[in-house]
């Protein structure tokens, strides 16, 4: 049986959209994929609300997050950690021998402006790197205001993971100054995995053609040069791009602002519900992701034997994530998710939880 996935990526597609990866191939020198790839790039620029030029990667997203190191330092990175997945910028740095430091943060907790501020200022920085929504721990940083902060520190890149939230909350690109903002489409844009969208700004293309080593499948300029012609260096994800063209049309069919709602209501729902069972939120309500739940199991429940019983009712929740596992347990709100069926999962929740052993007096 099919689970339903209400796991923070990937999430569940619909089946109107799984069928548009059967589509018969065609050249990717053609100018049918031409037209294809130009006729997407557009609405990816009204859903992240620019006019920087948008890329489409043949990988998961930890390839451009890569890509953004190699591509736009000379001198040290600064990689924001507060979670497993900003953690990965890091290590990524380390991997690359480009210099960096850690700016540790408890997970948990969010990232504020004024802790890159107060590490900005000695000047050794010319990149940044800042996970939007850390899918680990369920909490989203505030870009807004952080926004603020690097628009003192021009010179410093402004690299965004939004992998998790991207297509679920507005992220207004342009306004807020991103140099990239990142997400693979197997999270809130709800598609099947393979492919990640970038927007990268003209500074960021500017930094690289003074980077000597950006790699051979993550250069930025090379794919610029290729982007321009509606076309990739390499063969795309041709399957995925159909897939993705279809479901860019629903989403802009479904309204940006009205998906931005419905993605808070739905927070707003598990949060509650979570709450309301005796499970505490794991990051202070006010930096709560948008698109994930992340509960502490103050009951100690078997997480495990929640999720097998959902999975008998054709369900799938997330357990904690590392260190985490059966501390936390996670419900993915993302993507085509509508209410009725939140509800459903959070139904059938109720239900399993009045059967299972808890270390709570009754
Ligand atoms: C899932 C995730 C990633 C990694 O994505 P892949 O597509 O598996 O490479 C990176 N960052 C965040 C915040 C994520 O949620």
């Known amino acids: 049986m099919h689970k339903k996935l209400f796991i923070p990526g990937p999430s569940e597609v619909r089946p109107s959209i799984l069928a548009k990866l059967a589509t018969p191939q065609i050249g990717h020198r053609s100018k049918d994929y031409s037209d294809l790839h130009g006729r997407i790039l557009p609405k990816l620029q009204q859903v992240l609300y620019t006019k920087n030029d948008v890329f489409l990667w043949a990988s998961s997203s930890t390839l ?40 540790q943060v408890e997970w948990g907790k969010p990232i504020l402006p004024e802790m890159i501020d107060a590490k900005l200022q000695s000047g050794e920085f010319d990149c940044l790197t800042v996970v939007m929504n850390e899918t680990s721990t369920g909490v989203e940083s505030p870009i807004d205001e952080i926004a603020e ?66 790699g051979y499948y993550t250069d930025f300029l090379d794919m610029k040069k290729y982007n321009d012609k509606n076309q990739t260096p390499a063969t795309p994800a041709i399957p995925q791009i159909f897939a993705m063209d279809a479901q860019l049309d629903d989403i802009l069919a479904e309204g940006l602002d009205n998906r ?83 509800k459903e999962l959070l139904d059938h929740i109720d239900d399993i939880l009045k059967t299972l052993p808890t270390n709570v007096q009754a």
């Open 260 to 342: 931005w709602e419905r993605h808070k209501r739905l927070a707003e729902m598990t949060r509650n519900f979570v709450e309301s069972h005796g499970f505490p939120l794991f990051p202070e309500r006010k930096y709560c992701s948008k698109t994930l739940t992340c509960a502490v199991n103050a009951k100690g429940i078997v997480v495990a034997d929640l999720n097998k019983e959902l999975g008998k009712r054709g369900f799938q929740i997330s357990n904690g994530y590392g260190d985490l596992k059966e501390k936390t347990f996670r419900i993915a709100h993302m993507g085509d998710v509508t209410d009725a069926e939140m």
């Open 149 to 214: 902060v690097m628009k003192k520190y021009p010179d410093v890149m402004f690299c965004v993971d939004a992998v998790s939230c991207m297509a679920g909350v507005k992220i207004p690109t342009d306004e807020w100054g991103l140099d990239v903002v990142l997400a693979g489409v197997q999270k809130a844009f709800a598609l099947p995995a393979g492919l990640t969208v970038s927007a990268i700004s003209n500074r960021a293309f500017e930094r690289a053609a003074t980077v000597k080593y950006r």
């Open 64 to 103: 451009v997050m890569e890509a953004c190191v190699r591509n736009l330092s000379n001198k040290k990175v600064l990689s924001c950690v507060n979670g497993a997945f900003s953690k990965r910028w890091a290590q990524m740095c380390t991997a690359n021998g480009i210099p960096n430091e850690v700016l």
